[in-house]
């Protein structure tokens, strides 16, 4: 767990994710967030826009490149990572980018059909048995489970 670099941004997806592997095998998977603020000051509306690179690891990036598209109102939660490079031209250029950790669809103006994909171990650490099928109700239940 991290403290103190956390963040969360809700936005939409400024391009479709790009799924990678590393030499490894590692997969690995990125796109775009944008953020709009909207505010009235002296009685003048305005717009502010954040873009914001997202990169996503292992299971993640892989369910992300099949679920997400360009467009579509996310969440997503990570950390904060400087990455630095030299440009072709010899320039030392840097940008910070969001880890994720988790991401989901924004439910604020849309609705999702989600599908769980069975678990089975891997490079994350977790493991677990695939689900059960839900059970059906007793023929005299006649209430909503909610």
């Not at 994710?17 to 003048?44: C, H, I, M």
């Not at 990169?55 to 996310?74: H, I, M, P």
């Not at 030392?92 to 678990?119: C, F, Y």
Request: net charge negative; charged share 20%; proline share 6%.
């Amino acid at each position: 767990m991290s403290f103190g670099n956390e963040v969360t941004v809700v936005g939409n997806i400024t391009r479709d994710p790009e799924l990678r592997y590393t030499p490894s095998g590692a997969s690995v998977a990125s796109f775009g967030v944008a953020w709009n603020r909207k505010y009235t000051k002296d009685g003048q509306d305005h717009e502010q826009v954040s873009f914001f690179d997202v990169t996503f690891w292992a299971t993640l990036g892989e369910n992300c490149a099949a679920s997400l598209r360009k467009g579509s109102r996310v969440v997503v939660t990570g950390r904060l990572e400087q990455q630095s490079w030299e440009s072709p031209s010899g320039e030392k250029r840097s940008k910070i980018v969001i880890v994720a950790d988790d991401v989901g669809p924004s439910l604020r103006w849309a609705t999702a059909d989600v599908t769980g994909n069975p678990r089975t171990g891997g490079s994350d650490g977790f493991s677990a048995a695939p689900k059960a099928a839900p059970q059906a109700a007793p023929a005299n239940y006649d209430q909503e489970p909610f």
